[in-house]
Structures are given as C-alpha cells and as structure tokens.
C-alpha cells in the first residue's frame, strides 16, 4: 500500500504511522524524521535545513523532493511505504505523483487525521521538540493552513477523513478501518 498521511502538526501522524507500518509491514518514512537526523548529524542537508526547521518553515522544495526521490528508490520501499509530513504542498504532491508514475505506481489512499486546535496544541507543547515553542507551533499551524490544507482537494478522491480525537488505539482503529474499505473497493 503506498499511503500519504496528512494534518496538522500535533494531529498524532507520526505516532499512529509507527504503529501502521508495523501493521501493514511497510516502511514509515518522515520528512520531518529525516530532516532531524540530518540537522544532528551535521550533513550539508542538514545545514541546509537547519533554518528552516528552527523556524517551522517549509524546506524549500528543490531539497526535500531531492530527499524524498532519494528515499523512495531503496529497497524497502518498492513494495509500499506511509509518507508522513510529505507532500506539504500541492507542488510536492505532483513530483510525488511523477516519482510513482514512472515506476507505473499510484497512491492508495490519502489519510487525513482531524482534530481541532486546542486539541493538537497541548499535544505539540508535552512533546518537547526544539521546534515545539508557541510560536514556532503558530507558525507551522500557519504552514499548514495554506499550503498544506490545499491538498485535501487535490487529493479528493483518495482521502479518507480520520476522527483523530481519542486513545492511540482507538485512532489506529478507525485508519485499519478506512484501510479495509479501500482494499475492498474495486479498482
Ligand atoms: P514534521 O516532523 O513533519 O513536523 O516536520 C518538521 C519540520 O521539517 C517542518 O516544520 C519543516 O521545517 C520540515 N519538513 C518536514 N517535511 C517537509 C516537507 N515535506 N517539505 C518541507 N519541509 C518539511
């Protein structure tokens, strides 16, 4: 299954993504987890990034679909994969698309996780990021609202709204839910 998960920083993706992969046996690849891991190890990615990151800022395309096309072509990722934090914009969304199209792939499903403000704020401020401080939280929120929310129309057809509100397992649920009824809809 080749799935994008899509919502607001503090909707629970990355959590829920772990958790998925394990499920379904493919791997979770975060944007945001790789930027993180390239920033703390100094690589000139990650002194690229860095700014960006700090700021909650988007990556500025060019690097990331570089990242990103980079990842998609190892091994564990051929037989599917949960992108978490990508596509952020309508732009990455169309590379996406070309990156899979050329290897005669589409996306199964887009998964949007829905939950409101006060909600994913006190999650973001327990977690303890560096990028997590009130203000680069607004910011990112921010990010999200207009360049990111644009893809819940663009991928109409394959979303799935998930009520992202409750315990861990009761979210995990209702995506193995939604996910069912996609492996049963015909093609
Ligand atoms: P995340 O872990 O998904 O919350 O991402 C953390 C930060 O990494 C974001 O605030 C951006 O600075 C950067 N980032 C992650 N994914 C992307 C992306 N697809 N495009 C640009 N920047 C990204």
């Known amino acids: 299954m080749r799935l994008v998960l899509i919502g607001p920083p503090g909707a629970g993706k990355g959590t829920q993504a772990a958790i998925l992969s394990a499920e379904l046996g493919i791997p979770h690849l975060s944007t ?22 700090d700021a909650g800022a988007l990556v500025p395309d060019r690097i990331t679909n570089d990242m990103v096309r980079e990842r998609l072509a190892e091994p564990d990722a051929q037989a599917g994969f949960l992108l978490d934090g990508f596509p952020r914009n309508v732009t990455q ?4 698309a070309e990156l899979l199209a050329a290897d005669g792939h589409v996306l199964d499903a ?24 009130e203000e680069v939280i607004r910011h990112r929120q921010q990010v999200y609202r207009s360049q990111t929310a644009p893809l819940l129309t663009h991928y109409a057809d394959l979303l799935r709204t998930i009520h992202a509100v409750g315990s861990v397992e009761e979210i995990t649920e209702r995506v193995l839910e939604a996910l069912k009824v996609i492996a049963r809809a015909p093609k």
Request: glycine share 6%; hydrophobic share 40%.
């Open 32 to 53: 945001g987890e790789l930027f993180r891991t390239h920033v703390a190890h100094h690589t000139p990615l990650g002194r690229q990034a860095k700014e960006y990151l």
């Open 93 to 96: 969304a169309d590379v996406l």
């Open 110 to 133: 887009a998964l949007e996780f829905d939950v409101p403000d006060d909600v994913v704020v006190t999650r973001l401020l327990s977690r303890g990021r560096p990028d997590d401080a």
